[in-house]
C-alpha cells in the first residue's frame, strides 16, 4: 500500500477524509490528517507519504506554499492533490507550475476522489518501477566502478570519488562463492552475494566503509577499509549462516593503490583452493610460498601413489591419492602445478596400462579398453576412484597371471617395480629361489640388457620424465632414483641415454618452446 496524508483546515473535511474514502481499497493507507500547512510539513517529515491531499487555503503555509516546500526536497517522489473550493484558474495554473498532480473542487464527491486514486495508483506504481530500475542501474555502476578500480583502471581522481574519504584508508579484499553444492541446489546461486550484501551491512552500522561487486558467475566480492582480522572477527556469523561458502581473503595495506595487489592476492588464494572444493575461510596470510622443494616434495608424493597402483593395492593407491591432495593443501600448491602433478600421475597410469596390456595380452587390452575414455582427473575426488580402478585392474590381472608365471618373470616384474632401490643380482636370485648365474643368463635373454645395466636404463628412462616436466636440480633427480653422487648419475644417465642430462633438458626444452 502507498502512504497518504490529508491537509485541510475544515474539521468537517478532515473527518470527511477519514469516513467517506475507502483507502485500503483503492491500494492506500491514511498516516495523518493535518489541520494547516506546519503542521503538514511535520507530519511529512515523519511518515514520509507518497501522496499527500491538501486544500490550497490554510492558516500560515498554505497549500501551494506545502506543495513547494515538499517538491524542494532532494530525491522528492511524492504525489500531490489540491482540493479547493476556489475554481479560479490562477490557483489552477500555479498548482501546475509547482507539479501538482490533480486539482480537485470542493465539495468532495467519493466516486471522483476514487478515481483519482486509482489514476494516481498506476503513477506512483510507475514512479516505483522506474527507481528500482534506476537503482539497479545505479548499483551495477557503481560495482562495475569499483571492480574497474581493484584491476587498476581508475585515477587518482576517479578513486576518490568512489571511496570517498576512505581512500587512504587500509584495505582488504574478500571474495566469496558456493562451493561443494551441486548445480541444482537454490542456495548456492545467490547465496555468495546474498551473504556478502549482509555482511556489507553490518559492517557499515559498525562504521566500516565497503563496497559490494560481482567479481564473476556465482561470485561476489567485498572491499573493506579494514584489517583482515577485524574483517574475519565481524563475520564470523557468516560461516555459521552460509556453511558451504569459500572466503578467500586478501592481506591488508593501506591506500587505494594497493587494491590491485589486494586483489590478486585474494585471486590467488582461490586459485590455490579451488581444488580442494571445500568451504571455509582462506586467508592470503596463512599460505607458504610454493617453489622448487614444495614440488619436489609433492612429486615425491606423486610417486608413492603411482608404486601403490602398480602394487595393486587398491585401498592403498586411494589413501595416497587422498594424502597427495592434504600436500598440496598444506603447502598451498598453486593450481597450475597440482594440474601438471595430478596429470604426470595419470600420465603414467595410461602409459603403464597401455605396456601391461602389450605384455600381458589380449585379456587386459580387452578390461582396459571397455573402460571410459581417458581424461586427466580434475579434482581429488576423481584422482582417488581413477587410482583405486587402476590398481584392481592391475591386481586382477596379476591374479589372472599367476597360475601360469614363472619365477623369472616374477623377478623381471619386481626389478620394473623396485628399479630405484639398491637391486643385487645375488639377493634376488635368492629371493626368487633362482640359481644365480641361470638367472643372470635367462634375464638378458627375457629383457635383452644384464641385469646392471637393466637397471640403470629403468632408472634413466625415468629421469628422462623429470628432466622435461620438471625444473629439478640433476643432482634431485638422481638423489630420487637411488643415485648419491652425481657424477655416477651422470655416466650411468649417458651410457644408456648417449648424452649427458643437461644436454637432454636443453634439447628437450628448445623442441618444446
Not at 590381472?397 to 597360475?403: G, K, P, Q, S, V
Amino acid at each position: 500500500m502507498y502512504k497518504v496524508i490529508v491537509a485541510d483546515d475544515e474539521p468537517m473535511m478532515l473527518e470527511g477524509w477519514r469516513t467517506m474514502i475507502d483507502w485500503a481499497g483503492c491500494g492506500y493507507e491514511l498516516c495523518g490528517a493535518a489541520s494547516d500547512g506546519e503542521e503538514a510539513l511535520e507530519m511529512f517529515r515523519a511518515v514520509n507519504p507518497d501522496l499527500i491531499v491538501t486544500d490550497i487555503r490554510m492558516p500560515g503555509l498554505d497549500g501551494l506554499e506545502l506543495i513547494q516546500a515538499i517538491r524542494s526536497r532532494p530525491e522528492c517522489h511524492v504525489r500531490s492533490v489540491i482540493v479547493s473550493g476556489y475554481a479560479e484558474f490562477g490557483y489552477a495554473q500555479q498548482a501546475m507550475r509547482f507539479g501538482v498532480d490533480r486539482y480537485v473542487l470542493k465539495p468532495i464527491v467519493t466516486e471522483e476522489i476514487h478515481g483519482v486514486l486509482e489514476d494516481l495508483f498506476a503513477l506512483l506504481d510507475q514512479g516505483r518501477r522506474e527507481r528500482q530500475s534506476d537503482e539497479v542501474l545505479r548499483a551495477a555502476e557503481a560495482e562495475a566502478s569499483v571492480l574497474r578500480l581493484l584491476q587498476g583502471g581508475c585515477s587518482q581522481t576517479q578513486a576518490s570519488a568512489i571511496l570517498g574519504s576512505s581512500a587512504r584508508a587500509g584495505f582488504c579484499v574478500l571474495l566469496a562463492e558456493a562451493c561443494g553444492l551441486p548445480e541444482s541446489d537454490e542456495r548456492g546461486r545467490e547465496s555468495a552475494r546474498a551473504a556478502l550484501r549482509l555482511a556489507s551491512g553490518e559492517l557499515r552500522a559498525s562504521g566500516t566503509p565497503c563496497w559490494t561487486f560481482e567479481e564473476g558467475a556465482g561470485r561476489a566480492g567485498l572491499l573493506a577499509a579494514c584489517e583482515p582480522r577485524l574483517l574475519e572477527r565481524r563475520l564470523e556469523s557468516l560461516r555459521e549462516t552460509f556453511p558451504w561458502l569459500c572466503l578467500y581473503a586478501s592481506a591488508g595495506e593501506q591506500g587505494y593503490e594497493a587494491l590491485p595487489k589486494l586483489y590478486g592476492q585474494a585471486l590467488a588464494v582461490r586459485e590455490r583452493v579451488l581444488p580442494f572444493g571445500r568451504s571455509g575461510w582462506y586467508r592470503h596470510a596463512d599460505f607458504e610460498q610454493f617453489g622448487r622443494v614444495g614440488f619436489a616434495e609433492s612429486l615425491s608424493s606423486a610417486q608413492k601413489v603411482l608404486a601403490r597402483v602398480e602394487a595393486g593395492e587398491p585401498e592403498e593407491a586411494s589413501r595416497a591419492a587422498s594424502d597427495l591432495f592434504r600436500l598440496f593443501e598444506r603447502l598451498s600448491a598453486p593450481a597450475g602445478w597440482i594440474e601438471g602433478i595430478v596429470r604426470h600421475v595419470a600420465g603414467e597410469m595410461m602409459r603403464r596400462r597401455a605396456e601391461s596390456a602389450n605384455e600381458n595380452g589380449k585379456a587386459l587390452q580387452a578390461s582396459a579398453a571397455s573402460d571410459e575414455p581417458f581424461r586427466v582427473p580434475g579434482t581429488e575426488a576423481e584422482l582417488v576412484r581413477r587410482c583405486r580402478e587402476e590398481a584392481e585392474l592391475v591386481r586382477s590381472a596379476r591374479l589372472a597371471a599367476e597360475a601360469s608365471s614363472s619365477p623369472l618373470h616374477e623377478a623381471v616384474e619386481y626389478v620394473r617395480r623396485h628399479y630405484k632401490d639398491k637391486l643385487q643380482l645375488r639377493e634376488l636370485a635368492d629371493k626368487f629361489h633362482l640359481n644365480p648365474v641361470y638367472f643372470g643368463q635367462q634375464f638378458k635373454r627375457e629383457t635383452g640388457h644384464g641385469f646392471n645395466d637393466y637397471v640403470h636404463l629403468m632408472r634413466a628412462q625415468e629421469a628422462q620424465k623429470l628432466l622435461r616436466r620438471t625444473d629439478m636440480k640433476v643432482a634431485e633427480i638422481g638423489c630420487m632414483l637411488g643415485y648419491h653422487d652425481t657424477e655416477y648419475f651422470t655416466s650411468k644417465f649417458k651410457a644408456a641415454t648417449g648424452e649427458l642430462p643437461s644436454q637432454y633438458r636443453a634439447k628437450e626444452w628448445v623442441r618444446e618452446s
